[in-house]
């Protein structure tokens, strides 16, 4: 009997030898096949062959193919992503949303001579208040400045800046349930305007990082709850400074794309600015692609959020300057915008340029649509005296012919000896424009270097079709309320607060 094994039968103390041609007419085997564990032993025309070579190494092979297949094709595919992320895309059934305006009325200013109607707003404490009180697991907040305390004032209008502060505070509170709490910052400002994060950072209450030229002011509890707008971590925005911002509950969808642009800036907060941001920053809500609200069970709005600068918005994101623009080209009827200053230029160092985007969009539905309309700028003692020229330029138009329709007027915040000894307050903050379709809701300044340079957000809702009672109509009451108000001047030479 032969004493050949099959392979499975070899001991592992077997070693190779070199073959020999075999004698009794047994067939001929292939020993390099034939050593692999995983080959057998077949007859084939009367021949024992060893066959059925396993080739364990073209799973791996095959997998490590497909990993660089994906590394390369990435990138293309980031780049062009841009290309079909515009495309519309339709949505079946209204996403649930509840949002409503809050502002801050600066102590003193009270509309109460005011005959029209407009809607009674939460206040701007009242809605971080409720954020706060909401929020179960998770708290992030981005603002330039943090001036809650009002350590060098005494005043009783610091009250409830310091009260909020407290309440963040007792977040570093040991034995008590802790929220993950991060704030972002402005890395750019002077450390005095960072004190209270600071604070906050060393007890252990928050997670705190700094940003170049953040002009964003955004809450987002829980990832379903949030605030934009125009208040400031500072005891002024809630009680010395006029602002404006939206309040939304309960909708996570929105809230879930505003945690993207939370996400890029923790991200710049120890990173430099990517050259191309990853997918996870992506987004598919914008100009042409929104998403579709059903806000406060009410009426339906087309809702996206758009950013600046063009460096930090992600593939798939609109800029702030796109949809304020494409806002007004799209106004048949009016215009209406209540901002802090009005200045078309871009200053780079000592570079002055003209900076004629929203100038030239203004003139452009004025003249050749004539669309109504308005302009209500603040004026206080920090303002720059030449954006009397830009205003007195635009409101000059109106001579050429009757269907042009240009108005401006300056919204002063009173004040007086006693309220002038705090510094930086009693200015009107407001970034927003309503037109006949659109609000838009925004953070900061609408100056070219705030388009260009700064980190920004604002928020754009358009309603679905002519309605007397959505958020649109309450931003024109407002708007309304304010040029209407005896805090509103018409524009003149050489006015003097």
């Not at 100009?287 to 709005?301: A, D, E, G």
């Not at 669309?371 to 330029?393: G, M, N, Q, T």
């Not at 009672?469 to 509103?488: C, G, H, K, M």
Request: charged residues 20%; proline residues 6%.
């Amino acid at each position: 009997m032969s004493e050949r094994r099959g392979v499975h039968e070899i001991p592992g103390e077997y070693q190779p030898v070199p073959h020999q041609p075999s004698l009794g007419g047994e067939p001929t085997v292939s020993s390099s096949c034939c050593r692999r564990p995983n080959c057998n032993y077949q007859i084939r025309d009367g021949q024992k062959v060893c066959c059925c070579c396993g080739h364990g190494y073209i799973i791996p092979v095959f997998i490590l193919f497909v990993l660089v297949l994906i590394v390369l094709l990435l990138p293309w595919e980031t780049i062009h992503r841009n290309e079909t992320a515009n495309s519309p895309v339709p949505v079946d059934t209204p996403l649930p949303c509840q949002l409503e305006l809050v502002e801050s009325l600066p102590v003193g200013l009270n509309y109460s001579n005011y005959e029209g109607s407009h809607p009674r707003l939460r206040s701007t404490f009242e809605a971080w208040q409720l954020l706060l009180g909401r929020a179960k697991t998770s708290l992030d907040i981005a603002a330039p400045h943090w001036t809650l305390r009002g350590v060098d004032v005494n005043d009783s209008s610091t009250e409830p800046g310091d009260h909020l502060f407290q309440r963040l505070l007792a977040n570093g509170d040991a034995g008590r349930p802790k929220l993950r709490l991060r704030i972002v910052l402005n890395r750019s400002q002077d450390s005095v305007w960072h004190a209270d994060a600071r604070i906050l950072s060393n007890y252990g209450a928050a997670d705190v990082v700094g940003i170049n030229f953040l002009q964003s002011k955004l809450w987002l509890a829980d990832g379903e709850n949030f605030y934009l707008g125009s208040a400031d971590m500072d005891w002024r925005s809630l009680t010395q400074r006029k602002e404006l911002g939206v309040l939304g509950r309960n909708c996570p969808h929105m809230a879930q794309d505003l945690a993207k642009i939370f996400k890029s800036y923790w991200y710049l907060g120890s990173n430099e600015v990517p050259e191309y941001w990853p997918w996870i920053y992506h987004t598919q809500i914008n100009q042409r692609r929104p998403l579709l609200l059903n806000i406060n069970k009410n009426h339906t709005m087309r809702a996206y959020v758009a950013t600046s600068p063009p460096g930090l918005s992600p593939t798939g994101r609109s800029l702030e300057l796109d949809a304020i623009i494409g806002a007004i080209d799209r106004a048949t009827e009016f215009v209406s915008i209540s901002l802090i200053d009005y200045s078309p230029i871009l200053r780079t160092g000592k570079k002055v340029e003209y900076w004629s985007y929203i100038d030239n969009a203004l003139r452009k539905a004025a003249l050749e649509r004539s669309v109504a309309i308005k302009l209500l700028i603040s004026w206080w003692k920090y303002s720059d005296p030449s954006e009397d020229y830009f205003l007195r330029s635009l409101q000059a138009l109106n001579k050429m012919r009757e269907e042009v329709d240009i108005e401006v007027r300056r919204f002063v915040v009173p004040t007086n000896d006693e309220l002038e000894k705090i510094s930086s307050g009693r200015v009107a903050c407001n970034a927003y424009l309503v037109t006949d379709e659109i609000a838009f809701i925004g953070s900061g300044s609408w100056s070219g270097e705030h388009f260009m340079y700064s980190a920004g957000m604002g928020l754009l809702l358009q309603d679905m079709d002519s309605n007397n009672n959505s958020l649109r109509t309450d931003l024109l009451a407002i708007f309304q309320r304010d040029w209407f108000s005896p805090y509103a001047v018409p524009l003149k030479p050489n006015l003097r607060i």
